[in-house]
């Protein structure tokens, strides 16, 4: 089995790509992946959000505060399974970062119901303590994984014993069905000069 970490910024539409590139690559792959959107929030984010603007504290705050509260709703999401949340983020990530929407209530429950979940359920678990302690259970992974950057991931092949492959950078991630590592016959890692292995 292959298990894979993908850290992004949830504003980020080169994150929302990547996200599809790798649901693709699920699809067509005949390994039993299994995926973990971890979407990570802090200061750090919101400044590569703007890498070539001078932008004001309040824009950057607004950002910041809009990133973690999508974070929520995608956590609060995943109680009620992976496969809605990961359709729910699309979704509205589609429709916030695409189609430019302003971020809604209303939007936020409308596509909620579009997935089939519950939606009282969901609009309780959103402000609830247990989702804001998912949330920082993300951001501590994400250090202890070493990860630098979004549009990163994680990688484990279980049928390699010990073995993991960090890739930092939507560049990176791409090359993921061509990895050798990802094939299950193969008994060794491999890695490309500055990709970094954990064991």
Same mark, same amino acid.
């Given at each position: 089995?292959?298990?894979?970490?993908?850290?992004?910024?949830?504003?980020?539409?080169?994150?929302?790509?990547?996200?599809?590139?790798?649901?693709?690559?699920?699809?067509?792959?005949?390994?039993?992946?299994?995926?973990?959107?971890?979407?990570?929030?802090?200061?750090?984010?919101?400044?590569?959000?703007?890498?070539?603007?001078?932008?004001?504290?309040?824009?950057?705050?607004?950002?910041?505060? /809009?990133?973690?509260?999508?974070?929520?709703?995608? %956590?609060?999401?995943?109680? !009620?399974?992976? +496969?809605? &949340? @990961? *359709?729910?983020?699309?979704?509205?990530?589609?429709?916030?970062?695409?189609?430019?929407?302003?971020?809604?209530?209303?939007?936020?429950?409308?596509?909620?119901?579009?997935?089939?979940?519950?939606?009282?359920?969901? /609009?309780?678990?959103?402000?609830?303590?247990?989702? %804001?302690?998912?949330?920082? !259970?993300?951001? +501590?992974? &994400? @250090? *202890?994984?070493?990860?630098?950057?979004?549009?990163?991931?994680?990688?484990?092949?279980?049928?390699?014993?010990?073995?993991?492959?960090?890739?930092?950078?939507?560049?990176?991630?791409?090359?993921?069905?061509?990895?050798?590592?990802?094939?299950?016959?193969?008994?060794?890692?491999?890695?490309?000069?500055?990709?970094?292995?954990?064991?």
């Amino acid at each position: 089995m292959i298990e894979i970490y993908l850290f992004i910024n949830p504003l980020s539409f080169q994150c929302l790509e990547t996200e599809k590139k790798i649901l693709s690559y699920m699809q067509q792959s005949q390994s039993k992946i299994d995926l973990h959107i971890l979407p990570i929030v802090n200061p750090q984010v919101v400044t590569a959000a703007f890498p070539k603007k001078k932008v004001d504290l309040r824009l950057r705050n607004d950002y910041f505060q /809009l990133a973690y509260q999508v974070a929520l709703d995608f %956590k609060a999401a995943q109680v !009620q399974g992976k +496969k809605y &949340a @990961r *359709e729910f983020l699309l979704s509205l990530q589609q429709h916030l970062l695409v189609e430019q929407e302003h971020y809604s209530q209303k939007l936020i429950q409308r596509l909620f119901e579009q997935t089939g979940g519950d939606l009282s359920m969901f /609009l309780e678990d959103r402000s609830s303590q247990l989702i %804001k302690k998912k949330f920082w !259970q993300d951001q +501590k992974t &994400a @250090r *202890e994984m070493q990860v630098r950057e979004v549009s990163s991931a994680v990688i484990y092949n279980f049928s390699i014993e010990g073995a993991a492959i960090l890739l930092e950078g939507a560049t990176e991630i791409q090359s993921i069905p061509h990895l050798s590592y990802l094939q299950t016959n193969q008994p060794t890692l491999a890695l490309h000069h500055n990709q970094k292995a954990y064991n």
